[in-house]
């Protein structure tokens, strides 16, 4: 078998079942091998920030890498964006690179370009394959280190695709889990105990179900509270788990919510920093004063530390708190009028039906949505965790893929969504199950709201224009339906409700139009 053969065998015995493409002349074995290799579903994207974006949401909801195959340097730095924020949210990914023949470098090609510099930038391992030989090694050491929650790059030059292999496939090494620190855990135990006003500031696998369950435990025997980092990369809500603080997007209502605590144990998270650094503001949301300890947990080990922690507190038989966990779905009532950022909400909570994947990018619309998942039907939800806007539509397409018996409702902003706006076309190409509603603000909202924060009360022609989408306004029912998916506009919470419901009992994509 050649190396195009090699490398997929590999990846499919690896357990690669998806391969987001947007390939060219330096793929074109690859592309013949897909048909050769069974159990690897290949789906084209018109664009490589959908294919990293898509395998971005495949990853954080499958806890399995995607693969994608993008062309040459340039076409992985179309997909770099996304691949930053996958990056941040430690989603499993195995980037696949064709690059020109070995013997055609030399000529210094148009697209010539140092592709491992740039992997390098959002990936936690990078090689060049040297052999055709060695491509079945290449791909199994690639599928290893993207398990350890990391964007694997293996980049393949098209005369090895084709060159013999031999018939070995290797095997994907194991990955060996690091052990527990069990003192850190246990001085964390003491602190815990004597503090006056702890919280455990939770991020990563702390945020799925049995880490939250642990986290719930904790919370018996100390009291403390539980906050989850700005942008999580998957968080699992509603009945049946404990409520979730979100530290806000904005430094002084984060430094103002954050001051109270004494202590906060950061849970398969960094300490919080502000987005932005702003004049006069700490780059660091904790103070100096604040004690504050990291739970190490090695290679995925987040639920085993928090299990321990929870041990050593329930048998050290501490006072108990009542749990705030509530078992009864509530949902707030249909809002009617015109819409506002708040209707649209409120309107999607009323609306969302059990096991909603809720794949937020709309930005300063959805501000006010995260707090009202506590008592909905239980569902998950994704955020920008990056914060390289485009991630929303190609992010649902992925996480479709990964669920196809799960509805995904993507919140998008309509300035972010036109950076990947040709996700619509591999939605209806692959009939996925996604529901964009997007917030037609008509404008970059979010960057009027830092002019504000500068102080620029009255900015000039410039500086207006550069945050007006209005003119001319995009026209997102008709761009939907170019690529294939059906698209309505409205403007009211009423006609929103009734869309919603329309698109949710309609099998495939559909896009709501929100008039904001």
Wanted: net charge negative; glycine share 10%; with cysteine.
């Amino acid at each position: 078998m050649n190396g195009a053969v090699a490398l997929l065998k590999t990846a499919s015995a690896g357990g690669i079942e998806i391969c987001f493409a947007n390939p060219g002349t330096t793929e074109i074995p690859l592309v013949v091998a897909l048909d050769q290799v069974p159990g690897i579903r290949a789906v084209l994207c018109l664009f490589e920030g959908v294919c990293t974006g898509a395998a971005d949401g495949y990853g954080r909801m499958k806890g399995s890498p995607a693969m994608s195959i993008l062309h040459l340097g340039p076409g992985l730095a179309n997909g770099v964006a996304n691949l930053h924020n996958a990056r941040r949210a430690k989603t499993p990914i195995v980037n696949l690179i064709g690059e020109h023949a070995t013997w055609h470098k030399e000529a210094d090609a148009p697209l010539a370009m140092d592709v491992e510099a740039l992997a390098s930038t959002v990936s936690g391992w990078c090689r060049t394959n040297d052999a055709a030989r060695n491509f079945s090694l290449d791909m199994a050491e690639a599928i290893s280190a993207s398990r350890q929650g990391q964007t694997a790059t293996l980049v393949a030059p098209h005369d090895h695709q084709l060159e013999e292999a031999g018939d070995t496939i290797v095997s994907m090494p194991g990955v060996a889990a690091d052990p527990l620190n069990a003192g850190v855990i246990e001085k964390t135990a003491n602190l815990l105990k004597c503090s006056k006003r702890p919280a455990l500031l939770l991020g990563g696998q702390a945020l799925l179900e049995p880490g939250l369950r642990l986290a719930a435990r904790v919370r018996t025997f100390t009291g403390c509270d539980l906050l989850v980092e700005n942008f999580p990369a998957r968080v699992e809500c509603g009945v049946g788990l404990p409520p979730l603080t979100r530290i806000p997007y904005f430094p002084e209502p984060a430094l103002s919510m954050l001051s109270v605590y004494d202590l906060v144990v950061l849970v398969g998270t960094r300490e919080p920093v502000t987005f932005f650094g702003y004049v006069g503001v700490n780059s660091y949301l904790l103070t100096k004063d604040q004690k504050k300890i990291l739970i190490p947990s090695g290679n995925g080990g987040v639920t085993e530390a928090l299990e321990y922690l929870a041990n050593i507190l329930e048998s050290g038989k501490g006072s108990q708190s009542k749990a705030e966990i509530s078992d009864k779905p509530v949902r707030p009532q249909v809002p009617i009028g015109t819409l506002t950022p708040e209707k649209v909400c409120l309107t999607l909570a009323a609306i969302q039906p059990e096991g909603a994947i809720i794949v937020d990018e709309g930005l300063t619309t959805a501000l006010t949505y995260f707090p009202l998942t506590v008592g909905l039907p239980r569902m998950t939800c994704m955020t920008i965790v990056g914060g390289s806007i485009g991630y929303g539509m190609p992010c649902a397409s992925g996480a479709a893929v990964a669920c196809p018996d799960r509805p995904v409702i993507n919140l998008q902003a309509d300035g972010s969504a036109a950076y990947t706006v040709q996700a619509l076309w591999t939605q209806a190409r692959e009939g996925l199950n996604v529901t964009t509603l997007l917030c037609s603000n008509r404008s970059y909202n979010i960057v009027r709201v830092e002019l504000e924060r500068a102080g620029v009360t009255t900015p000039g022609p410039y500086a207006q224009s550069l945050t007006d989408l209005g003119h001319p306004a995009i026209d997102w029912v008709r761009i939907a339906r170019g690529f294939g998916v059906p698209g309505v506009s409205v403007d009211t919470a009423d006609d929103l409700a009734r869309e919603i419901r329309h698109a949710l009992a309609d099998p495939g994509p559909h896009l709501i139009e929100m008039c904001i």
